[in-house]
């Protein structure tokens, strides 16, 4: 139980210290700006690569990688699938979970080091409640499905 809630706290701070990193050192991380975007796609990658990992590959689940892809081209809510890949491992061995939570806080970094905003407080906000509202998923049968992991792993395939 107390790795479940570490996943879901841990990728929320990272996105809180990507924040403060550039609070702290506001040139450093526009100058890093093009690492930081690389960064964030070889992350992506990485989680993408996972998620398909703790997936059995079914015909099924082809079909929800299809929709996946077919979603994150319609909607670009970016941390509502990261909620969604956060969900998804609930049904993980502990050690996949902690695996996801770390790449989900990786990508947390140098997303919220990149909110380039006077006020980013409502766009971290958003991003927190996105991020958290998949986990309305865990009170339904729906929450176990390996789905769900094929599901995210197509919206973060060929994301940015």
């Known amino acids: 139980m107390k ?43 990485m989680l993408m690569l996972t998620l398909l990992w703790i997936t059995p590959i079914t015909f099924p689940m082809s079909i929800a990688f299809v929709v996946g892809i077919i979603s994150a081209k319609l909607l670009r809510l970016r941390y509502l699938y990261l909620g969604i890949a956060a969900v998804a491992t609930f049904t993980a061995s502990h050690e996949q979970a902690l695996l996801i939570a770390a790449l989900l806080f990786l990508y947390g970094l140098p997303f919220g080091t990149q909110m380039i905003k006077k006020d980013p407080r ?7 409640v996105l991020y958290l509202l998949p986990f309305i998923l865990l009170t339904t049968p729906f929450s176990s499905s390996p789905l769900l992991s094929a599901f995210t792993a197509g919206t973060l395939f060929l994301r940015e």
């Open 3 to 45: 790795i479940r809630l570490l996943v879901i706290l841990i990728p929320l701070l990272g996105l809180i210290f990507g924040y403060i990193l550039r609070k702290i050192a506001p040139d450093e991380a526009e100058q890093g700006k093009k690492y930081f975007f690389r960064g964030r796609q070889l992350i992506l990658f």
């Open 122 to 128: 409502p766009a971290l906000a958003k991003h927190a």
